[in-house]
């Protein structure tokens, strides 16, 4: 049996379920068998105190007491090694009396229909045991009533509503007066639509009331029959017989959402489809009706503890409209539990445990001792072997693996096109994107007018050319329809025309205004982009405090003998977010792969289940917001476009590289610029004989059309031999221009195309792809960084120019950490996060931004380039700059991640009290890439001055080798890096816990076989992923900095923030003046500052379990979202989410 030290649990015992007398059931209970249950009552033998066990008793109708929530909870209470479970039989409920029910130190029990609740009521008269659920308060939920009315006294929001009671002793409450479009009740008018529900809570049948302006009518729900939950009746007369409640009908956008508590500082949210919009239950593959996550703001974490407390029931559900950007309580069902969700059962099993044991242990004499829980707070280990507090985890990442980027591009003059551009406002800012499906169709109709026009009349003018309209044409009927987010139109003002002529246009120059049409498509998230964020998201846990050790604390063998998560009864990310202590936003700029992304490592983060969709929905916010996530490519900076014409100049020699285009090319002296250049020699040469490669490819797939057994051959991710050549014929035409010159603007999309073949679809053996991968992708490594600026200054100004926003976000989110709105703004940084750690408003703030390339780029650049820190001053900054400089491509999930510490054992008022991490990964191992991979020196080594050799303390996953559906694991192998550390590497998947032997200077990982975490996205099968291909590993974190203080990163941010302004503002100018006839568009994101809550303090009674089981708390951890500021050296402002 474990000890006190395993924190109440025992894995090794079955669960120990009592159910009455059972195999007895003819046989009286009597006082013998009452003492079999717990000695408690009767006479206690002189036995060690050790062996004494608590007695929860479940009294309940037993269609309850064995559902399969309440099966999967009990079997996890009964891991407490001091607690039995006890089921009262439902007979002897029904039959007997309660001097004759079992004994029981803690009830659970909760009113449904059928149940005798007078007699529950009895029952704890007599015994007088610890009441999870209070039963008195049971009958006040029975009324609608009665719970409308302790929410208002408790100043919780719910609809206007008024109550018609038809009672014959209180006429003066039954003054309905109908009209056809509105009722009068007791002079409280409602309008239609409005809602009319019975008082009884037990009666489901509530009617919603429309206005005759929507066709009248009434839509009857009731409780869920099959696949239905309501129906349409034409009636529009209210009912004339019963007691009812009128309500004003809140607009929710068709969901409801369903909350959970157990206990006031714990809830679990999910939203579904409201049984009001149509009646008909969403259901998945399983038949279970289909449940969203939900994350709740603070101010509704605030109700969840207000209505736990009122109506006194630890375990309780209630139902949330949110409408008009608030939240109402339309409904408080009482005992209610989650179906189907592990961590659900995991959280409720620990939570009511560790109350009961809490509360009974010290009167029972039980050697139990409270365990420290790691949301109350969230310690983690320090590089120095200190303690310190996580506060504060800023992460911007870059999307999965995804298909090939295809575009096109024509400069259009006819008027059709001016007029589909001025209809959507793209004068207002001299740009236009379209995406939705009816944007798509009018522009797909423009080209089908315009090339039947071109078909009756040759001499017609329309400027546009005839292919490039059958291309677009064609692109836009893909797929037979528009839907999801895989193609889009960009159309952006040329006053002048185009300044000359492009790549794919070489027509003479044209002074009238024109408008530069960019068709996209591909780019989609692959299925092993999904595994790459989902598992990278579960990687992200182990970060968290109660991620590393729990779990090997209790001999758990496997993350599902644990609970799945991080360790049972470990707390980890997973119970700091589901009690109201992690502060959790997840941002997505508006390209499809880039929302996918983050959904799937959004799942995997949260341990969500079912499909992304209903995640994206829910849960990642669209940051399309003045550029924080999104850039447009196709409208450069002055400074861009001097750029790419000097790299269009330097990569048009027909000569080998020399000295001076060296330091053209790379006066950063990079190493792997270098290298590259290296590699390529001669860059008119190189790009020869990419092109030639290019030919003999789409020559191999020509030759694979023609052969009758690659008729029905699949590719990835369903593309066909047609599509694939398609692209590489598209690339053959484009790459080489008409005058024999080389257009290296393609050199990404070259590299693009044959790493995703190579990756993806090296099942077809087409020759040379190896060697038209090796030099694509030596020339992308010079292309692709030095786009972003090639001396310090062109990168900094292209980097503030793409990035600006998402600095000042950053910032922003630093600052705002915990911030008290009552604190005086003015106090010093440091002094406005240093509140008591006890507190119970301290939580962990993580912000998750996902983008696109461009962005990683240029933040990495900002930091690399800013000024951050002095090379010559600091080792192990100029350690770090030479491992980004080794650095060759920021690949798919390439992640910069900012972690923000509070040591406490500081004075409040010194720059050490908070401390800043700065960490790193490239992101996807390419192919190839083991021999020559640069070396960091680990994540969050033990201090930059060991230079000892020692195990690595906690990169967080490195995947040595590609893993075929992670089914087979190997041991670990240590590799000799070129870094002091041994890493330990080890193939599956990235859930990674922690090793016993974790020591306070950090955190070794353990990798566990996970082959049941496979995504139902998914279809395994021995080749790899839909039958041709691997997933690729992901490169661990490596710390680039472990010891800056909050200040003077802040400093470094505001120095950046100014000067980037200024920048930002001559653009701006010059933009408005281009448009003097149309007005600027405003770049105030939210002027709105957020309103402040007031913490609700919790009065402590002494018998009462739902007031003395928690430490006193608010309302919510999280908090408020904290206002905006403003900063008179910006244009920009953000609030604090």
Wanted: one cysteine or more; proline letters at 6%.
């Amino acid at each position: 049996m474990s000890k006190s030290s395993e924190q109440g649990m025992c894995n090794s015992e079955l669960p120990r379920f009592l159910i009455g007398s059972e195999g007895e059931e003819s046989r009286e209970l009597d006082e013998t068998d009452m003492r079999n249950f717990s000695g408690h009552y009767g006479e206690e033998d002189d036995e060690d105190q050790s062996e004494r066990q608590v007695v929860v008793g479940i009294c309940s109708m037993m269609k309850k007491s064995k559902s399969k929530p309440m099966t999967e909870i009990l079997e996890r209470l009964c891991k407490f090694e001091y607690i039995t479970v006890v089921i009262f039989p439902e007979e002897v409920i029904l039959n007997e009396p309660v001097e004759k029910w079992p004994l029981c130190d803690c009830l659970i029990s909760f009113h449904s229909k059928g149940f005798p609740l007078d007699k529950a009521v009895s029952y704890a008269k007599l015994r007088n045991p610890l009441l999870i659920n209070d039963l008195n308060m049971q009958y006040f939920i029975q009324d609608r009533r009665e719970v409308y009315r302790i929410l208002q006294e408790e100043g919780i929001d719910l609809p206007r509503y008024a109550v018609l009671n038809r009672d014959p002793d209180r006429p003066e409450e039954c003054n309905l007066v109908e009209s056809e479009d509105h009722v009068e009740v007791n002079g409280e008018v409602f309008h239609k639509p409005f809602v009319e529900k019975p008082v009884s809570a037990e009666d489901h049948n509530v009617y919603i009331y429309y206005p005759t302006s929507a066709g009248g009518g009434s839509q009857r729900l009731f409780r869920k029959i099959g696949s239905r939950s309501s129906v349409y009746s034409p009636e529009s007369t209210v009912r004339k017989t019963g007691s009812y409640i009128y309500e004003e009908f809140m607009p929710t956008d068709g969901t409801d959402v369903k909350v959970y508590t157990v206990g006031p500082d714990y809830a679990h949210a999910e939203a579904r489809k409201s049984p009001a919009l149509d009646g008909k239950v969403e259901r998945d593959s399983e038949g279970k009706e289909i449940r969203y996550p939900v994350m709740l703001t603070a101010m509704e974490k605030l109700v969840a503890r207000k209505v736990c407390l009122a109506f006194k029931q630890t375990v309780c559900g209630f139902d949330l409209l949110r409408a008009n950007g608030h939240s109402f309580v339309c409904d408080v069902n009482g005992f209610s539990f989650v179906k189907n969700s592990m961590k659900y059962y995991d959280d409720c099993a620990k939570v009511l445990g560790n109350m009961v044991m809490r509360e009974l242990a010290p009167q029972l004499h039980i050697p139990w001792s409270i365990p420290m829980e790691a949301e109350d707070i969230p310690i983690v280990p320090t590089t120095s072997g200190t303690m310190m507090e996580l506060r504060c985890v800023i992460a911007v990442i870059r999307h999965g693996d995804r298909t090939p980027k295809q575009k096109m591009k024509m400069e259009v003059r006819n008027a059709l096109f001016f007029e589909l551009f001025e209809k959507y406002g793209g004068y207002k800012s001299g740009k236009l994107k379209l995406k939705k499906p009816k944007q798509l169709q009018e522009v797909l109709d423009i080209a089908r007018q315009l090339l039947a026009e071109l078909v009756l009349h040759n001499d017609c003018e329309i400027e546009e050319k005839k292919s490039k309209l059958e291309q677009l044409k064609t692109v836009l009927e893909m797929y037979g329809h528009f839907s999801g987010i895989n193609r889009k139109v960009q159309l952006t003002y040329l006053p002048n025309g185009q300044p000359k002529a492009s790549s794919e246009e070489e027509d003479a120059l044209k002074e009238d205004p024109s408008l530069l049409l960019v068709l996209k498509w591909g780019g989609e998230l692959t299925p092993a982009g999904r595994v790459q964020a989902e598992e990278l998201g579960r990687a992200f846990r182990c970060m968290y405090p109660g991620g590393q050790d729990s779990c090997r604390s209790l001999g758990c063998e496997s993350p599902i003998d644990c609970g799945d998560y991080a360790g049972f009864p470990g707390c980890g990310l997973l119970r700091l977010h589901s009690t109201y202590r992690h502060d959790l936003k997840i941002y997505a700029s508006d390209e499809g792969r880039v929302q996918m992304t983050a959904a799937a490592f959004a799942k995997g983060l949260l341990a969500l289940e079912g499909e992304l969709t209903p995640i994206l929905v829910q849960m990642v916010k669209s940051a399309n917001m003045n550029g924080l996530l999104d850039s447009d490519s196709d409208s450069l900076t002055d400074c861009q476009q001097r750029v790419k014409a000097r790299l269009h100049e330097i990569m048009q020699k027909n000569k080998d590289f020399n000295e001076e285009d060296y330091s053209k090319l790379a006066p950063t002296s990079s190493p792997s610029l270098v290298n590259s250049m290296g590699v390529i020699v001669n860059p008119v040469s190189t790009c020869d004989r990419v092109h030639t490669l290019i030919k003999s490819l789409t020559c191999q797939i020509c030759k694979r059309l023609e052969d009758p057994k690659s008729a029905d051959l699949q590719l990835y991710h369903s593309e066909t031999l047609e599509l694939m050549l398609q692209r590489w014929s598209k690339l053959e035409r484009d790459f080489r221009m008409k005058n024999g010159r080389y257009d290296i603007s393609k050199i990404p999309d070259i590299y693009d195309c044959v790493k995703y073949d190579t990756q993806h679809n090296s099942s077809l053996g087409l020759e040379d792809t190896l060697e038209l991968f090796r030099l694509s992708r030596a020339l992308a490594d010079i292309i692709i960084p030095q786009e972003y600026g090639i001396t310090r200054a062109e990168k900094l100004d292209i980097a503030s120019a793409y990035c600006l926003p998402l600095v000042k976000k950053i910032q922003l989110d630093l600052q705002r950490t915990h911030e008290d709105e009552a604190v005086n703004k003015l106090h010093p940084l440091w002094f406005r996060y240093s509140r008591g750690v006890m507190s119970p408003g301290r939580h962990v703030r993580t912000r998750l931004y996902f983008t696109s390339e461009s962005h990683v780029h240029s933040l990495l650049n900002i930091f690399r380039y800013g000024g951050l820190l002095d090379e010559q001053k600091d080792e192990q900054w100029k350690q770090a700059m030479d491992y980004l400089s080794a650095v060759t491509e920021l690949n798919y999930m390439t992640q910069i991640v900012i972690m923000l510490y509070e040591d406490n054992n500081k004075d409040p008022s010194s720059e050490e009290r908070f401390h800043v991490e700065l960490h790193f990964s490239p992101g996807v191992k390419g192919c190839k890439d083991e021999d020559n991979a640069p070396m960091g020196f680990g994540f969050r080594p033990a201090s930059s001055e060991n230079h000892e050799k020692q195990t690595d303390p906690g990169s967080l996953e490195d995947l040595s080798q590609d893993e075929p559906d992670r089914a087979a694991l190997t041991e670990p192998v240590s590799i000799q890096r070129k870094s002091p550390l041994i890493r330990s590497r080890k193939a599956g998947s990235m859930e990674a816990l922690s090793e016993s032997n974790t020591s306070s200077r950090g955190l070794a990982y353990r990798i566990f076989p996970s082959s049941s975490r496979q995504s139902p996205e998914i279809k395994p099968s021995g080749l790899g992923f839909e039958g041709c291909s691997l997933v690729p590993s992901i490169y661990p974190l490596e710390t680039l900095h472990n010891s800056l203080s909050l200040k003077q990163v802040d400093e470094f941010l505001t120095t950046l923030c100014k000067n980037g302004s200024e920048t930002q503002f001559k653009r701006l100018k010059s933009l408005s003046a281009m448009f003097e006839s149309h007005s600027q568009p405003s770049i105030d994101v939210d002027n709105q500052d957020t309103p402040v809550s007031t913490p609700v303090r919790n009065q402590p009674t002494s018998q009462s379990l739902w007031y003395v089981s928690a430490p006193p708390s608010t309302g919510s951890s999280a908090g408020p979202s904290s206002p905006s500021v403003p900063e008179p050296s910006s244009n920009f402002r953000f609030n604090s989410e």
